[in-house]
Protein backbone atom coordinates (compact mmCIF):
# COMPACT_ATOMS: atom_id res chain seq x y z
CA UNK A 1 0.00 0.00 0.00
CA UNK A 2 1.33 3.47 -0.90
CA UNK A 3 -0.94 5.19 1.95
CA UNK A 4 -1.33 8.96 1.72
CA UNK A 5 0.31 9.95 -1.87
CA UNK A 6 0.34 14.21 -2.97
CA UNK A 7 1.29 15.45 -6.42
CA UNK A 8 3.52 17.59 -6.76
CA UNK A 9 5.92 17.60 -3.81
CA UNK A 10 7.31 21.63 -5.01
CA UNK A 11 5.96 24.11 -6.74
CA UNK A 12 6.61 27.80 -7.94
CA UNK A 13 3.54 30.05 -8.04
CA UNK A 14 3.53 33.83 -9.43
CA UNK A 15 1.03 36.01 -7.43
CA UNK A 16 -3.04 35.80 -8.54
CA UNK A 17 -2.28 31.93 -10.64
CA UNK A 18 -3.86 29.37 -9.50
CA UNK A 19 -3.17 25.49 -8.79
CA UNK A 20 -4.97 22.36 -7.28
CA UNK A 21 -2.61 20.13 -4.20
CA UNK A 22 -3.84 16.48 -4.83
CA UNK A 23 -4.04 13.66 -2.63
CA UNK A 24 -4.83 10.17 -2.46
CA UNK A 25 -5.29 7.00 0.29
CA UNK A 26 -5.40 3.62 -0.54
CA UNK A 27 -6.50 2.74 3.13
CA UNK A 28 -10.49 2.66 2.34
CA UNK A 29 -10.62 5.78 4.88
CA UNK A 30 -13.04 7.98 5.59
CA UNK A 31 -11.75 11.06 6.92
CA UNK A 32 -9.35 13.33 4.98
CA UNK A 33 -7.78 16.67 6.30
CA UNK A 34 -5.37 19.15 4.52
CA UNK A 35 -3.35 21.18 7.03
CA UNK A 36 -0.33 23.62 6.67
CA UNK A 37 2.90 23.68 8.42
CA UNK A 38 4.40 27.58 9.35
CA UNK A 39 7.30 27.94 10.94
CA UNK A 40 6.98 28.54 14.63
CA UNK A 41 2.39 27.66 14.39
CA UNK A 42 2.55 23.97 14.08
CA UNK A 43 0.42 22.03 11.57
CA UNK A 44 -3.15 23.73 10.97
CA UNK A 45 -6.22 22.25 9.41
CA UNK A 46 -7.69 23.93 6.44
CA UNK A 47 -10.19 22.06 5.20
CA UNK A 48 -11.32 18.19 6.20
CA UNK A 49 -14.10 15.55 4.87
CA UNK A 50 -16.13 13.22 6.12
CA UNK A 51 -16.67 11.36 3.50
CA UNK A 52 -17.28 11.46 -0.13
CA UNK A 53 -18.93 14.65 -1.56
CA UNK A 54 -18.92 16.39 2.15
CA UNK A 55 -16.60 18.71 2.72
CA UNK A 56 -15.95 21.54 6.09
CA UNK A 57 -13.78 24.03 6.93
CA UNK A 58 -10.79 23.93 9.41
CA UNK A 59 -8.98 26.89 11.35
CA UNK A 60 -7.81 28.84 7.70
CA UNK A 61 -9.71 27.88 4.97
CA UNK A 62 -9.54 31.88 3.87
CA UNK A 63 -8.18 31.96 0.12
CA UNK A 64 -8.99 27.82 0.02
CA UNK A 65 -11.42 25.38 -1.86
CA UNK A 66 -11.80 21.70 -1.70
CA UNK A 67 -13.38 18.81 -3.33
CA UNK A 68 -14.04 14.91 -2.43
CA UNK A 69 -15.65 13.52 -5.45
CA UNK A 70 -14.33 10.34 -4.68
CA UNK A 71 -13.29 8.67 -1.57
CA UNK A 72 -9.69 8.24 -2.05
CA UNK A 73 -8.77 11.51 -3.17
CA UNK A 74 -9.28 14.90 -1.94
CA UNK A 75 -8.22 18.28 -3.83
CA UNK A 76 -7.07 21.56 -2.29
CA UNK A 77 -7.70 24.47 -4.48
CA UNK A 78 -5.75 28.00 -4.81
CA UNK A 79 -7.81 30.10 -6.59
CA UNK A 80 -5.55 33.14 -6.88
CA UNK A 81 -1.99 32.23 -5.18
CA UNK A 82 -0.86 34.73 -1.99
CA UNK A 83 2.77 35.16 -0.33
CA UNK A 84 0.73 34.14 2.68
CA UNK A 85 0.29 31.28 1.13
CA UNK A 86 3.33 29.94 0.80
CA UNK A 87 3.75 27.13 3.57
CA UNK A 88 4.16 22.74 2.77
CA UNK A 89 0.67 21.54 2.94
CA UNK A 90 0.33 18.13 4.35
CA UNK A 91 -2.94 15.56 3.75
CA UNK A 92 -4.02 13.02 6.04
CA UNK A 93 -6.88 10.75 6.18
CA UNK A 94 -8.18 8.31 9.27
CA UNK A 95 -10.00 5.38 9.63
CA UNK A 96 -13.93 6.48 11.05
CA UNK A 97 -14.65 4.97 14.02
CA UNK A 98 -14.62 4.78 18.00
CA UNK A 99 -12.08 6.38 20.26
CA UNK A 100 -9.05 8.40 19.07
CA UNK A 101 -7.99 7.21 15.76
CA UNK A 102 -4.29 7.82 14.04
CA UNK A 103 -4.17 10.09 11.13
CA UNK A 104 -1.67 9.06 8.64
CA UNK A 105 0.69 11.67 6.19
CA UNK A 106 1.37 12.23 2.98
CA UNK A 107 5.23 13.38 2.77
CA UNK A 108 3.83 16.96 1.93
CA UNK A 109 3.77 19.64 -1.11
CA UNK A 110 6.43 22.73 -0.79
CA UNK A 111 4.66 25.68 -2.38
CA UNK A 112 6.28 29.23 -2.38
CA UNK A 113 4.44 31.90 -3.95
CA UNK A 114 6.67 34.82 -5.45
CA UNK B 1 -11.76 27.07 22.43
CA UNK B 2 -9.16 24.29 22.38
CA UNK B 3 -5.58 24.96 22.54
CA UNK B 4 -2.46 22.88 22.63
CA UNK B 5 0.61 25.07 23.80
CA UNK B 6 4.06 23.64 23.14
CA UNK B 7 6.45 26.20 25.64
CA UNK B 8 10.02 25.04 24.05
CA UNK B 9 10.61 25.64 20.47
CA UNK B 10 14.27 23.86 20.64
CA UNK B 11 15.51 21.45 23.41
CA UNK B 12 18.90 19.61 22.98
CA UNK B 13 19.98 17.06 25.56
CA UNK B 14 23.52 15.04 25.70
CA UNK B 15 22.87 11.37 24.67
CA UNK B 16 21.77 8.89 27.61
CA UNK B 17 20.00 12.28 29.55
CA UNK B 18 16.50 12.19 30.16
CA UNK B 19 14.40 14.10 28.09
CA UNK B 20 11.02 15.63 29.01
CA UNK B 21 9.05 17.81 26.26
CA UNK B 22 6.09 19.58 27.58
CA UNK B 23 3.05 19.87 26.32
CA UNK B 24 -0.39 22.10 27.92
CA UNK B 25 -3.70 21.84 26.33
CA UNK B 26 -7.06 23.64 26.96
CA UNK B 27 -10.13 21.85 26.25
CA UNK B 28 -13.64 21.90 27.89
CA UNK B 29 -14.36 18.24 27.10
CA UNK B 30 -12.54 15.17 27.58
CA UNK B 31 -9.88 15.09 25.21
CA UNK B 32 -7.88 12.76 23.05
CA UNK B 33 -4.10 13.40 23.01
CA UNK B 34 -1.38 12.64 20.80
CA UNK B 35 2.29 13.05 20.14
CA UNK B 36 3.41 12.80 16.62
CA UNK B 37 6.70 12.89 15.20
CA UNK B 38 8.26 14.10 12.20
CA UNK B 39 11.78 12.94 11.32
CA UNK B 40 14.50 14.44 9.07
CA UNK B 41 12.72 14.00 5.90
CA UNK B 42 10.19 11.83 6.65
CA UNK B 43 6.54 12.39 7.66
CA UNK B 44 4.98 13.45 9.69
CA UNK B 45 4.12 10.10 12.01
CA UNK B 46 2.21 9.17 15.08
CA UNK B 47 4.59 8.33 18.06
CA UNK B 48 1.90 7.40 21.08
CA UNK B 49 -2.12 8.71 21.86
CA UNK B 50 -2.76 8.91 25.36
CA UNK B 51 -6.14 5.98 25.56
CA UNK B 52 -2.93 3.20 24.76
CA UNK B 53 -0.71 3.74 27.61
CA UNK B 54 1.68 2.61 25.90
CA UNK B 55 5.40 3.21 25.51
CA UNK B 56 6.82 3.68 22.36
CA UNK B 57 10.48 3.74 21.24
CA UNK B 58 10.70 4.35 24.98
CA UNK B 59 8.68 7.42 24.83
CA UNK B 60 5.49 7.71 27.69
CA UNK B 61 3.51 10.63 27.95
CA UNK B 62 0.90 10.86 30.89
CA UNK B 63 -2.33 12.38 30.67
CA UNK B 64 -2.77 14.95 34.00
CA UNK B 65 -5.99 16.56 33.46
CA UNK B 66 -5.39 18.20 36.98
CA UNK B 67 -2.56 20.19 35.02
CA UNK B 68 -3.78 19.65 32.08
CA UNK B 69 -0.43 18.67 30.57
CA UNK B 70 0.64 15.34 28.10
CA UNK B 71 4.08 15.88 28.52
CA UNK B 72 6.47 13.21 26.80
CA UNK B 73 9.27 11.46 28.50
CA UNK B 74 12.23 9.23 27.81
CA UNK B 75 14.93 8.28 30.58
CA UNK B 76 17.66 7.68 28.52
CA UNK B 77 17.38 10.18 25.20
CA UNK B 78 19.55 8.43 21.81
CA UNK B 79 20.87 10.24 19.05
CA UNK B 80 18.25 8.44 16.99
CA UNK B 81 15.37 10.54 18.84
CA UNK B 82 16.06 13.88 17.27
CA UNK B 83 13.24 14.87 15.34
CA UNK B 84 10.36 17.56 15.66
CA UNK B 85 7.34 16.80 17.92
CA UNK B 86 3.83 17.70 17.69
CA UNK B 87 1.23 17.29 20.31
CA UNK B 88 -2.00 17.08 19.34
CA UNK B 89 -5.56 17.59 20.44
CA UNK B 90 -8.65 15.35 18.73
CA UNK B 91 -12.09 16.58 18.46
CA UNK B 92 -14.87 17.45 16.61
CA UNK B 93 -17.09 14.82 14.04
CA UNK B 94 -13.79 13.62 12.30
CA UNK B 95 -11.40 13.78 14.85
CA UNK B 96 -9.14 17.04 13.12
CA UNK B 97 -6.22 17.47 15.04
CA UNK B 98 -5.50 20.53 16.73
CA UNK B 99 -1.80 20.91 16.76
CA UNK B 100 0.88 22.56 19.55
CA UNK B 101 3.88 24.38 17.86
CA UNK B 102 6.42 22.01 18.42
CA UNK B 103 9.67 21.24 19.98
CA UNK B 104 12.77 20.52 17.61
CA UNK B 105 14.68 18.21 20.43
CA UNK B 106 18.37 17.67 19.17
CA UNK B 107 20.11 14.62 21.28
CA UNK B 108 23.59 15.27 21.47
CA UNK B 109 26.63 12.63 21.28
Known amino acids: NAGVTQTPKFRILKIGQSMTLQCTQD?????MYWYRQDPGMGLRLIHY???????AKGEVPDGYNVSRLKKQNFLLGLESAAPSQTSVYFC?????????????FGPGTRLTVL | AQRVTQPEKLLSVFKGAPVELKCNYS??????LFWYVQYSRQRLQLLLR??SRESIKGFTADLNKGETSFHLKKPFAQEEDSAMYYCALSKGSARQLTFGSGTQLTVLP
Open chain 1, 27 to 31: MNHNY
Open chain 2, 27 to 32: YSGSPE
Open chain 1, 49 to 55: SVGEGTT
Open chain 1, 92 to 104: ASSYRGQGANEQF
Open chain 2, 50 to 51: HI
